[in-house]
């Protein structure tokens, strides 16, 4: 199976490709040198040259923050860019993966969210991935839309490494411990990814690690697994305040997944402990 994979330079694009060289695909991973999705014509070509059976649509703008001020190009990058690739996919009849997030969802109530739980985004970012999902689900019908949350991988910056730099230089950090939600290990996503494009059970997906925590429990998770002496407060959302407003509960389910025969993503103590063990190869 041939592979389109956007965002190659990213955390999750780069473990896609990876995983799919593992596992005996022919991936074909660009970045925004190779394919600049917001360039129609480029998406075009580019796409009815390589001819694939799939595309696994990695690339976006991810600046959560930042989007609130760069309105018009995470627009252009999550929304258009998204639209060129769901058409080049239907011209050349690929089948398509869109990677969304749980930032749709507005975070009101306790529940883990379903995946037919309605979208109600409240930052910038949340609403163009949206728009995302809709572009793919409006257009296409071999489709697949997978929500994560909070994802690490080897190839980009995320909460542990940030965790880890700020313990170098702190004893005590503060750390908000009234979002709830699950990390997303790439490693083990890219391997439901690889799994899931061979099948036809399309429609939309919850994919994360198991378990949920708070960011408060996340950090003092990383530190005790790495042997960091780190005092870590546990801070209420209105004392960090950020540019884009994030929802307070992220919990998302994830039996869609194991119902249709998918098996689950292991426990994100699990991933976490992975990823370290990954980092410290990558330093030696
Ligand atoms: N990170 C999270 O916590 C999180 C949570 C939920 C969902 N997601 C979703 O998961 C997916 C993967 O996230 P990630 O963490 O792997 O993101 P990432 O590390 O930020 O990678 C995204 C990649 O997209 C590239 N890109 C931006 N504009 C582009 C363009 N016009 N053409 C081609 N490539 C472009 C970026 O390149 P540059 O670096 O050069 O801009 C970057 O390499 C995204 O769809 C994201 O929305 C992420």
Redesign the pocket.
Known sequence: MKILV????????FDVVRIGNENGMTMIG???EE????DQTNVDTYVKKIKPDAII??????AVDKAEDEKEQSW???VE?TKYLVDAAKKNEAKFIY?????VFNGEGENPYIETDQPDPVSYYGIT?YEGEKVVRDSLEKWFII?????F?I??N?FIKTMLRLSETNSQLNVVGDQYGSP?Y?YDLAKLLIDMVKTEKYGIYHVTNEGFCSWYDFANEIFRQANKEVKVNSITTDKFPTKAKRPANSKMSKQKLVDNGFKSLPDWKNAVKHYLNELSNEVK
Request: glycine share 16%; hydrophobic share 30%.
């Open positions: 956007t965002g190659f330079n990213g955390q999750l694009g660009t970045g925004i394919l600049d999705i917001t649509h990695c690339a976006a703008y991810t252009k990058v999550n860019g990677i969304s997030t749980d930032y991935k929500r994560i949350s909070w994802v991988g190839n980009g995320n997303t790439t």
